[in-house]
């Protein structure tokens, strides 16, 4: 197996306005995205990768010059990966108000010119779909083999599967839910909390003042961090170790760093907030606070679900407390409910949430397995 | 039951210097503390509540004029509760370095004439027990009948049957822990950072500049909250509820309160750092992070408390994800390889770390019980 080597982003511009769920619309606007294998002759092997809240397009490969810039899913997507570019067509591509080329609050508004900061229209999971989707049509995708993602990754998925039924034809949700916890809900409010408070985020128009609002992040980050490791996964990684152990392996009675834990969280967080933008992180949260299929039924997620088509993947991780297991069987019993083929590996891991992200063979022989069934059903070639 | 009614808090000053386990020295300091029922006349059935991070010496009771004052313990200790202050002798201390009266960070530094601020020796929970034991001698209690305490508290009537092991008949210690997870620390961590990076903390001296890092307290204090909640009661309570639930129920689309749990944070987090100090928190999470009995051990917490005299009671929760009922075992587990007398209650209770302060028959009935057999192991009467 080996990387897909050098690739390069693609960008599109979509002239006309997208109306969103909020009653707001987005006037042109600008996708990034990048594909990674060919397409067939019937448009048939085209897979949608969708990203997290700190990811982007960019799923496989590296840039050319760039050595460390391996794409977030490497391990998953590639020639002879679980998702065989050699046999798949896969689309990575950059959300609405992200923050890694498509349109977002730091690019200009053009009824102001100005950056939107703050007020860059909040984008719901199904607003990104739907622009996906105008992003299918524009490349000639009328029908997916597959749309796929983990975490907020796998909402837009499961969304893709309840707004566009006949757009794809598997459906692959991993470390997912079908909606937040009021625990996920105050976490993400801390984070929002951190940065909305800090003096440099000057009510989001920080880019005109020249500074960013890092302690803000950087706090979001930590305590965002903290939910994507399992409480075993840190004590075996980092347990009560002293990051002077070599040293005198003694508490050093201030309020600089004890712990090898103290110190990695903030390096993470400092790295983080060197790079991601503050408005994106803001709004980015509040699409996942917003997730809830069921909502418009009640609560029912199964009728949310029940005019769904696809055949479904899920797999969730056993030591994950951001999207417990359980909340993927949720996703599971509904579709059941609706007499969906679905295929579900709850997988015993060690690595919490971030275990999507992670190398497993379990985990990965199960998704190349998936995918060797969604290869073995391609519809043949159209004369 | 009644309450104890009307109490008012004492103070004491101690000139001699205490030697803190960093190698600093206080000078000169006060603890303030309460005291419930009467010493009887051997002196025998006095009682040491410890409290927790955000507590204080006011256990029980109210103040005059101030309905709603009413202790953090009030449940648990008065006539006729489970610490029934008709027949003990019950004893609230303020910790060194609190912010409700015994010398702390706000209070002047003797030898500069300024407020200690950020230069308060970080004082640990085995400091803390060395101050309440000079507190013991000066109001004659050579022996207490128990040290009592529930999370930080429990960590307090831990420390004290290993100093002190002849001064305690029995050591009652709930919903605590033998040291902090990696996790633990981290979730501090987050809440120290966001203290510290708040430009109105200035270093700690923010005393001076007439302000206070509310936000940075705000989010610390919001972060912690969290932790003490579980997850099932959090969704109990608070489940994805709209704040505006009764007027439109929909969602706002902007960055302020959507849900009822963030309304709850926030508000509770505003509350919080109107009235606690900032260096006050930092330098508690951090006695927190370093209490380890076991660590001059090599890790073995069973000869750490091989020193111990004391019968213990200890109990916890089954849905306490901060310190968990395993860490509770590894106690009980370490008192068993010393032949100690120990009671052990795990209760399944939905109310996460907070279940200690909370009213529950079975808990309360628990104690009772306990206390009972301490009141019946009393000794009798000297000539």
């Given at each position: 197996?080996?990387?897909?080597?050098?690739?390069?982003?693609?960008?599109?511009?979509?002239?006309?306005?997208?109306?969103?769920?909020?009653?707001?619309?987005?006037g042109?606007?600008?996708?990034?995205?990048?594909?990674?294998?060919?397409?067939?002759?019937?448009?048939?092997?085209?897979?949608l990768?969708?990203?997290?809240?700190?990811?982007s397009?960019?799923?496989?490969?590296?840039?050319?010059?760039?050595?460390?810039?391996?794409?977030?899913?490497?391990?998953?997507?590639?020639?002879?990966?679980?998702?065989?570019?050699?046999?798949?067509?896969v689309?990575?591509?950059?959300?609405?108000?992200?923050?890694?080329?498509?349109?977002?609050?730091?690019?200009?508004?053009?009824?102001?010119?100005?950056?939107?900061?703050?007020?860059?229209?909040?984008?719901?999971?199904e607003?990104?779909?739907?622009?996906?989707?105008?992003?299918?049509?524009?490349?000639?995708?009328?029908?997916?083999?597959?749309?796929?993602?983990?975490?907020?990754?796998?909402?837009?998925?499961?969304?893709?599967?309840?707004?566009?039924?006949?757009?794809?034809?598997?459906?692959?949700?991993?470390?997912?839910?079908?909606?937040?916890?009021?625990?996920?809900?105050?976490?993400?409010?801390?984070?929002?909390?951190?940065i909305?408070?800090?003096?440099?985020?000057?009510?989001?128009?920080?880019y005109?003042?020249g500074?960013?609002?890092?302690?803000?992040?950087?706090?979001?980050?930590?305590?965002?961090?903290?939910?994507?490791?399992?409480?075993?996964?840190?004590?075996?990684?980092?347990?009560?170790?002293?990051?002077?152990a070599?040293?005198?392996?003694?508490?050093?009675?201030?309020?600089?760093?004890d712990?090898?834990?103290?110190?990695?969280?903030?390096?993470?967080?400092?790295?983080f907030?060197e790079?991601?933008?503050?408005?994106?992180?803001?709004?980015?949260?509040?699409?996942?606070?917003y997730?809830?299929?069921?909502?418009?039924?009640?609560?029912?997620?199964?009728?949310?679900?029940?005019?769904?088509?696809?055949?479904?993947f899920?797999?969730?991780?056993?030591?994950?407390?951001?999207?417990s297991?359980?909340?993927?069987?949720?996703?599971?019993?509904a579709?059941?409910?609706?007499?969906?083929?679905v295929?579900?590996?709850e997988?015993?891991?060690?690595?919490?949430?971030?275990?999507?992200?992670?190398?497993?063979?379990?985990?990965m022989?199960?998704v190349?397995?998936?995918?060797?069934?969604i290869?073995?059903?391609?519809?043949?070639?159209?004369?």
């Amino acid at each position: 197996m080996q990387s897909i080597g050098t690739v390069s982003p693609s960008s599109m511009h979509f002239a006309e306005p997208l109306a969103l769920k909020s009653g707001a619309q987005i006037g042109g606007y600008t996708l990034v995205y990048e594909t990674y294998g060919t397409l067939n002759a019937n448009r048939s092997n085209a897979v949608l990768v969708c990203h997290a809240l700190n990811a982007s397009h960019h799923v496989a490969g590296t840039y050319a010059d760039q050595p460390k810039s391996t794409g977030w899913w490497d391990n998953m997507v590639g020639p002879g990966k679980p998702v065989d570019t050699d046999r798949f067509f896969v689309i990575g591509v950059n959300n609405l108000g992200s923050c890694f080329g498509s349109t977002g609050p730091m690019h200009d508004n053009p009824a102001t010119g100005k950056p939107y900061g703050a007020s860059f229209p909040l984008v719901t999971v199904e607003d990104w779909v739907a622009a996906q989707a105008r992003l299918a049509d524009a490349l000639g995708i009328e029908q997916f083999a597959a749309v796929m993602g983990g975490s907020l990754g796998g909402m837009q998925a499961l969304a893709w599967s309840m707004m566009y039924p006949e757009r794809l034809r598997h459906c692959v949700v991993i470390a997912s839910t079908p909606k937040l916890s009021a625990q996920n809900i105050a976490f993400n409010d801390v984070a929002r909390q951190a940065i909305l408070t800090d003096p440099e985020y000057h009510g989001g128009d920080f880019y005109a003042h020249g500074v960013v609002p890092k302690n803000g992040l950087k706090v979001a980050r930590m305590v965002g961090h903290i939910t994507y490791l399992s409480n075993d996964d840190m004590a075996e990684k980092f347990g009560r170790k002293l990051r002077n152990a070599a040293e005198n392996n003694e508490y050093k009675f201030d309020f600089g760093v004890d712990f090898e834990i103290e110190s990695y969280l903030r390096y993470q967080g400092d790295k983080f907030s060197e790079y991601f933008d503050a408005n994106t992180y803001l709004l980015i949260t509040k699409a996942l606070d917003y997730f809830d299929p069921a909502r418009d039924f009640n609560g029912d997620l199964a009728r949310a679900l029940a005019g769904t088509r696809a055949e479904f993947f899920l797999a969730s991780f056993t030591t994950d407390w951001r999207f417990s297991p359980e909340r993927s069987r949720e996703i599971v019993e509904a579709l059941l409910c609706n007499r969906r083929r679905v295929t579900y590996a709850e997988i015993d891991a060690p690595h919490g949430h971030d275990a999507f992200l992670l190398e497993d063979p379990r985990y990965m022989n199960m998704v190349r397995a998936y995918y060797q069934r969604i290869w073995d059903q391609m519809p043949t070639v159209r004369a």
